[in-house]
């Protein structure tokens, strides 16, 4: 039977088989591993018609699976009319090759299936640019086991500029054309990211920044057009979305902050990928507060909150403050199930975007942030400074208001945070007849007196997720 070639590698609609082994030292069950390789494999459009499981110590070098069980995926591959074999795992070139031949199927593995659903997405230009930049550097070093087209090019081919001429390998001349086209890519891309960390920069000057982290499919979108104008494709299916996306988020009395919806994490999110999105994920890495958002109602819960501590340790996202958000609670129907995650996770707060449960102590917690702890004082501020007066008439309890020839003086109750936004825009403000920073040492408590129930210390953010993988 003839099989499709490598270079096509779409699986919309083929009929797929999925294979995962057990191997030595694995915590995560094949149950909920197979549940997400099919959740992978119908985003990508493909009908599964088939699964096959080993466990071993090791994989084999040659075929990852062992001989025996080789043959039982060719079987089954030819009794379901299969034509693509999907694994949970990354393949060596060779393996996909070998396996390719002794199947006559087409193999693909994890890191190529989430490439594709990556590349089906991709609707900005800067996504595109990153998907395409992390499918060449997947492809590479997969060059002489993808393409079968490796006889020598004889003189007077049509082989183009900047080739070595008669004699050389078409394995060369694609690996030219692809170092080519990444150096082009990354420059590309390079210029973009250049311009976002200026807008970065700027509003986190201007206003506080919150983003929305989690797994894939967690639900970051639907919250993220609950609390917002909305605007994010929010739909049940995994990576729905690819490019962050920024909307100011009212929290009531003129409080405001600047929420942004981020690409969700996977377990073993390919290392290209991971890279390539890295300007994507740099507004994660420069949030001032972090919402991670869990998918209570899934029973691999523990296991995604962990692979979301991880990524973004990896892209440097550690220091600051975080709230736990446990997710689409709606569907946790039992009390028993829903006062376990109560005691496993005491600081998270119990959320649905879809029933508003949980919405307004989300929004409380979120504004005593951006607030921080609050005091009565006296203003001074030049007359002059017109975005600086807008901001304390707009954003704080005005308790009173006088004027003398060139100041404007206020009785206020403002916050901390606030008073570090008030001072981007000038106006040489006094506080109590002090200078900003003689009166925020003496006024205001430090981080560690404010009482913040539901942020959570990264350190006790793993400890919750060691004591969610406790065996009971």
Partial sequence: MGYQKREDLNVVSERAILVAL?????????????????????????????????????????????KGKLDELRDLAESTDASVIIFDHDLTPAQIQN????????????????????????????ARLQVEIAQLEYTYPRLRAMWDHL?????????????????????????????????QLRRDLEAMQQRSVREVAKRNIDHVTVGLVGYTNAGKSTIFNTLTSGGAWAHDQLFATLSTRIERWELGGGVGAMLSDTVGFVRKLPHHLVASFRSTLEETVNCQLLLIVVDAADLSAAHQLQTVERTLDDIGATEQP????????????????????????????????????????????????????????????D??????????????????????????????????????????????????????????????????DQDASCLVPLHRLHTLTDERNEPS
């Fill in 151 to 183: 006889g020598q090019v004889t003189g007077g081919a049509p082989v183009g500029i900047g080739t070595r001429g008669p004699g050389e390998q078409q394995l060369e001349i694609d690996r030219r054309l692809v170092q080519r086209r990444l150096k």
């Fill in 322 to 381: 975080r709230i736990l958000i446990l997710n689409k609670i709606d569907k946790v129907k039992e009390l028993s199930d829903r006062l376990v995650l109560t005691s496993l996770y005491p600081e998270a707060i119990q959320l649905s975007a879809t029933t508003q449960e949980g919405i307004d102590a989300l929004e409380s917690e979120v504004r005593g942030f951006v607030v921080g702890p609050i005091c009565e004082v006296a203003l001074s501020i």
């Fill in 383 to 448: 007359t002059s400074a017109g975005k600086a007066v807008d901001f304390i008439e707009k954003r704080t309890e005005v308790l009173g208001r006088d004027w003398d020839r060139t100041r404007s003086l206020y009785r206020v109750k403002i916050g901390e945070r606030q008073v570090h936004q008030l001072l981007s825009h000038g106006g040489g403000l006094l506080i109590n007849d002090l200078k900003p920073a003689d009166a925020i040492e003496k006024l205001w408590p430090s981080v560690e």
């Fill in 99 to 126: 396996i390719e031949e002794a199947t006559e199927r087409k193999i693909i593995d994890r890191s190529e299936l989430i490439l594709d659903i990556f590349s089906s997405r991709a609707s900005t230009v800067e």
């Fill in 22 to 66: 057990t191997l030595l030292g694995e915590r995560i069950s094949l149950d909920e591993r197979f549940a997400e390789l099919s959740a992978l494999t119908e985003s990508a459009g493909g009908q599964i018609v088939g699964h096959l499981t080993q466990k071993r110590r090791l994989p084999r070098g040659r075929t990852f699976v062992g």
